[in-house]
Structures are given as C-alpha cells and as structure tokens.
C-alpha cells in the first residue's frame, strides 16, 4: 500500500483483511504522533493563511500536513480539508480534538476504500473492523479517554526497599505496574485467542502511540498519561533529572496560553 495519495499504475494485487489493518494501524499511528508527540510542529505547520491543509497519515507511521490532491476523483478518500482555517479561531485543545475526530472518519473510509476494492466478502469486512475496534480511536488518545489502567500507588517503604537505596526514580513506577499491564504481544497475536480476558488488552497504553506494553514509562504530572519513554524521547537517565515532567500536549497548550 502506498503514501497518501493511494495506488499508482495498475491496480493492486488482492490483500487481505490482515493487509489493511496493518496499513491502518501504520497510518494511524502517523496520525497519533502529529497530535501528541509532535504536536507544536503540527501547530505551526497549520498556518490559517495558508490555502486549504489537509493532515496525512502514511503507511510508514509518519504524518504530512499538505494541499489535497489535484485529480479528481482522488484516488483515496481525502481527509477534511482546511484544517487550518479553524486553527487560531478556537482553544487548542478542542481544536486538536476535532481534527482527531475526522482523522478517526478518514482512517475508516481508507480502510474500507481497501477492503471495497479488494473485494471483501462480509465475513472479510466484518474481520477487519474487529481488529479496527480492538484499537482505541485516534479521539480517545488526543483527548485522553482512551480506557487505562487505574493508577495504582506504591506504598512508601524504608529505603532498604530499593536496590540503590536512594528515593527511587520516576521510571520505577511504569515498572513495578508492568505485571499487570497486558504482555507483550502483537495485537494481530492476541487476537481472537479464547479463555484470555479481553479487558486488559487495552489497559495500559501510552498516549502517544496507543499502544500497550514498553520497558520505559514516563507519566505527566500534569494530564497524568503515560508515554513510552521513546515516544517523547526521554531516557532513563533523563528521567533521573525530571523533577517534574510535561508531555508534549502540556507542554504546547501551556505555551499557547502564555
């Protein structure tokens, strides 16, 4: 499956059901990261006097915001156009959350763009909006009701408690919660598999990229989400030196206040 403007030359090969929701799952983290992690690019790259933007999910987990295509009809759905006109005229946040919803409507009709022209049967169709629904929305992870584990605190101990035996760091607490984080399976892995409890499947998942399990954990003292500490690019170390940390989104929406 190709970049944003779809298929070029002849028509594709027939894929499956699998096929699509790797390529909606590659998009949508494209479009996750746009509205989390790289958000202040995102912001300024919407400039409302520019022409018409449209935000982009690729197949390759990146975004781009651009002009929609020239021919008519396009050869994928477009996603909403002018995104950037509303930018300046409403607060960030719902802003954010509203290109987030049409990006969610966007995801969608690629997906089932896909499957019409890959001649998908009902039982195919049916397959691939199960393994769509098992993901939290692009909406859910902007605005943070994605459904997450109920914070859990450690209760405070004697300091012979830690292996260091000095106040223990803020990665810590991701850590000690991982048992009962869902484990580390593919998504397309965990699917389907009876007697296992479908609750957890989506218990723990980072507010950048949505999805679950992860060594290193960061946790905003602000919205209070959790983010893999690659995703918002701190390190263990780093963290040591956080006294107190603000996502990406915190961070921007502070900066949009001032």
């Not at 021919?71 to 959350?97: C, H, Q, T, Y």
């Not at 990229?209 to 701190?234: A, M, N, P, R, T």
């Not at 989104?249 to 949009?256: I, N």
């Amino acid at each position: 499956m190709d970049g944003g403007g779809g298929f070029m030359g002849p028509p594709p090969a027939p894929r499956s059901p699998e096929d699509v929701f790797r390529d909606f799952r590659a998009r949508r983290s494209g479009l996750i990261k746009a509205l989390t992690t790289d958000v202040e690019k995102f912001y300024v790259m919407c400039d409302p006097e520019k022409e018409n933007l449209c935000l982009y999910g690729l197949p390759n987990e990146t975004w781009e915001v651009n002009l929609p295509a020239e021919e008519v009809p396009p050869e994928l759905p477009e996603p909403a156009l002018g995104i950037n006109f509303a930018r300046d005229g409403m607060n960030e946040k719902d802003w954010l959350s509203l290109v987030a919803v049409h990006s969610d409507s966007w995801l969608l009709s690629v997906a089932f763009y896909f499957g019409a022209r890959f001649g998908f049967d009902k039982e195919s169709r049916k397959r691939l909006y199960t393994m769509i629904n098992e993901l939290p929305t692009v909406y859910e992870i902007v605005t943070g009701t994605a459904k997450k584990e109920p914070k859990v605190k450690t209760p405070k101990t004697s300091n012979k408690s830690s292996k260091s035996g000095s106040k223990p760091s803020r990665q810590s607490e991701p850590n000690s919660r991982a048992p009962k984080m869902p484990p580390p399976k593919d998504e397309e892995e965990s699917e389907g598999e009876e007697g296992e409890p479908q609750e957890d499947h989506e218990s723990a998942l980072c507010g950048a990229c949505g999805q679950s399990y992860d060594d290193f954990w960061i946790c905003c003292d602000l919205c209070e989400k959790w983010f893999h500490g690659k995703c918002v690019k701190i390190t263990p170390a780093k963290a040591e030196h956080i006294k107190q940390y603000k996502c990406p989104s915190c961070t921007g929406s502070k900066r949009a206040k001032a």
